[in-house]
């Protein structure tokens, strides 16, 4: 697997020497392979490359053969990357505003924790209390993604258990919309 991993850089920086110094598609190039310890600077670059479809003035027909070809990562990790980055960029824009030195570096999160973070973001069985302290858990702590996936179904699961009442409800509720329909049947 290392031997991929090296050859995979390899081309890379293969493709980086051909470009020109200040080009958007060699900075890009250039964010992937650094792409452990930048994930954000990736993110964003993606993020220009898909909404304004550069990838086809560099004879790619769609985004997907361009990560798949140019960078060499999948096209989901391209999504979760290119998602994670825009979620920052509109939900937590002070996070993206701090200073990304070599010292901050181990302190970022994994896109993959914020990707977790961004569909959190958007289930309704959340308040605005279990979020922050998720947030927190990611951007202070730097929780991995696994744990904080344990984290927010546990949260559900005991906010699904705290209203039972809400759930005996909706099986009423069907069984009446059920017996309604039989009665117009009939």
Partial sequence: MNALR???????????????ENSLRRRILESTKNFKT?????????????KDKLYKEWGFST????????????????MKLLKSYYFL???????????MTEGSVAQLPTYEAV???RQAKGKKTLDDHDYQNLKKEIFEKGRDAREVKK???????????LEPEEAQEKRKMSTVRRLLGTLKSL
């Fill in 115 to 117: 990707d977790v973070l």
């Fill in 6 to 20: 090296t050859k995979s850089l390899q081309d890379i920086e293969n493709r980086i020497a051909g470009l020109e």
């Fill in 89 to 99: 960029e509109k939900e937590e824009p002070d996070y993206l505003k701090q200073d």
């Fill in 38 to 50: 930048s994930w954000i600077e990736l993110g964003q670059s993606l993020y220009s490359v898909w």
């Fill in 151 to 161: 984290d927010l179904t546990a949260i559900i699961r005991e906010r699904q258990e």
């Fill in 63 to 78: 985004f997907e053969a361009y990560v798949v070809k140019e960078i060499g990562i999948r096209n989901n990790t391209a």
